[in-house]
């Protein structure tokens, strides 16, 4: 298991839409992504670039997408997830797992087209951790 890179900061929103132009507007923000569905992982997407790394704006796919809770908790939204990659994902988890940490499901694909999975935030101090493959040759 080795650290890398933080790759994005994942933040729920009730709409990209909105989102993406409080960043245009009070940021400054000019590399954004279009919004694309992901509906295996039960969310819209859309990337704003930093110049060293993304905010991903993620609102619900429909009613039973894994964020549907935390917005109604927060219904304004806000910091949903922190993403770092790792060499491999599966040596990840084993050592993870290995070490009590609660992976939440088997790594799946995720908005960069590389496996992904998200460890439970009662092991972070109440941050929910996603860990994503380094796509090969990246770096
Ligand atoms: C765009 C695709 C992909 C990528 O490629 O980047 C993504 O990022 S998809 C992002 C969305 N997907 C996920 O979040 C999948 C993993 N998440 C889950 O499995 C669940 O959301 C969860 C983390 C298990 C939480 O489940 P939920 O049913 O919403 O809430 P609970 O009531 O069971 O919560 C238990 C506990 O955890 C706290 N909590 C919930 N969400 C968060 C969060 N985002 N950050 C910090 N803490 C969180 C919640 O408040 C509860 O705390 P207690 O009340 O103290 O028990
Ligand atoms: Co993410």
Do not use: W
Not at 29 to 47: H, M, N, R, T, Y
Not at 96 to 104: C, D, E, I, K, S
Request: one cysteine or more; proline letters at 9%.
């Amino acid at each position: 298991m080795k650290l890398g890179r933080l790759n994005h900061v994942g933040v729920a929103t009730p709409s990209i839409a909105a989102s993406v132009e409080t960043y245009r507007t009070l940021l400054g923000a000019d590399a954004i992504g279009a919004p694309f569905d992901l509906p295996a992982q039960g969310v819209k997407v859309c990337f704003v670039n930093a110049p060293n790394t993304q905010i991903e704006l993620i609102e619900p796919y429909d009613e039973t997408s894994p964020i549907a809770g935390f917005l109604k908790k927060n219904p304004a939204g806000g910091q949903h997830h922190v993403c770092f990659e790792v060499p491999d994902i599966h040596a990840a988890v084993a050592h993870l797992t290995a070490n009590g940490a609660t992976v939440l499901g088997s790594p799946r694909i995720g908005a960069h087209g590389t496996p992904i999975v998200f460890v439970h935030p009662k092991d972070f101090g109440g941050m929910l951790v996603e860990l994503m493959e380094e796509p090969k040759g990246a770096h």
